[in-house]
């Protein structure tokens, strides 16, 4: 059985999440979201380049690892700003909110102030309710986590996204993971359409007993990847030797949130470790 399956902290988020669900669809129910969303329009397409390496700069308050993030005292929209400045292809925004100290509110107005730049939603969902609700938000993508969803949860959710134009980040930890999203992946359709992107396959190298990242893994998981689909290398990013090393093993994205979060200079940060993986493609 998959590590990631039975760890406490991802059987906290995710019930802490069906909560969440369940007080927003008491508030406002799943025929009154989809009504609100037909007059919402399409989401921006996350684009990347033929070959390379991109960022996607995460905004988050706070890490159950690290402590508070905040150190440069910047609001979640200039920290954002920042990221755009600095050339990330998309915006990761956490909205979970005791853990992480995010929330909606946090998404709306990073969305609303970040250009051609998609904003995707970062957090333990669990129903394709949330989904919605991430767009109605100003979402154009959201993170799935293969650990706390079942094949069925996994595929019904993907076709939620896909049917609102939105992008996916599927989040795998190990081979029971993989092993798990491969044949939903399998029927969930193009990985690019018409220029953008719609799927992504992420791998997180968070030990989530003690929380802390085995790098390496990155390495050992490329293994195990499928090649249809660009892949993306969650936490652990810290130096662009590190970048290097990513887009060396095959990796075309890595998402890095600490790290900026704690820059000085979190729009230089960016271009450097941006710069590094791509030189390592040449």
């Known amino acids: 059985?998959?590590?990631?399956?039975?760890?406490?902290?991802?059987?906290?988020?995710?019930e802490s999440s069906q909560a969440r669900y369940e007080a927003a669809y008491a508030h406002l129910n799943d025929d009154q979201l989809r009504h609100l969303l037909s007059d919402v329009a399409a989401p921006l397409p996350l684009q990347l380049q033929a070959s390379g390496f991109d960022l996607i700069a995460e905004v988050k308050r706070r890490s159950p690892a690290e402590g508070e993030l905040s150190d440069q005292q910047l609001s979640s929209v200039e920290q954002a700003n920042a990221y755009i400045a600095g050339g990330a292809v998309a915006i990761s925004v956490l909205t979970e909110p005791e853990r992480f100290s995010g929330s909606l509110d946090d998404l709306s107005a990073i969305a609303a102030a970040a250009g051609n730049v998609p904003v995707m939603r970062k957090d333990f969902l669990v129903n394709a309710y949330q989904i919605r609700e991430a767009r109605l938000a100003g979402a154009s993508g959201v993170l799935l986590i293969a650990a706390i969803l079942s094949?069925?949860?996994?595929?019904?959710?993907?076709?939620?996204?896909?049917?609102?134009?939105?992008?996916?980040?599927?989040?795998?930890?190990?081979?029971?993971?993989?092993?798990?999203?491969?044949?939903?992946?399998?029927?969930a359709g193009p990985v690019f359409s018409e220029g953008r992107c719609q799927l992504l396959l992420g791998v997180n190298c968070r030990d989530l007993k003690d929380l802390q990242v085995n790098f390496s893994s990155f390495e050992t998981m490329a293994e195990l990847l499928p090649d249809s689909m660009p892949w993306v290398a969650e936490s652990g990013l810290q130096t662009t030797e590190q970048a290097g090393l990513l887009a060396s093993w095959g990796y075309r994205l890595a998402l890095a949130?600490?790290?900026?979060?704690?820059?000085d200079n979190p729009q230089q940060s960016l271009r450097d470790l941006t710069a590094a993986g791509r030189a390592a493609c040449l």
């Open 257 to 263: 949130g600490s790290t900026l979060m704690r820059s």
């Open 151 to 187: 094949a069925e949860q996994l595929a019904e959710m993907l076709v939620t996204a896909l049917e609102l134009q939105m992008f996916v980040l599927l989040e795998v930890f190990d081979v029971a993971d993989v092993e798990k999203v491969l044949p939903v992946l399998a029927n």
């Open 1 to 14: 059985m998959s590590q990631a399956s039975t760890s406490n902290f991802l059987r906290a988020m995710a």
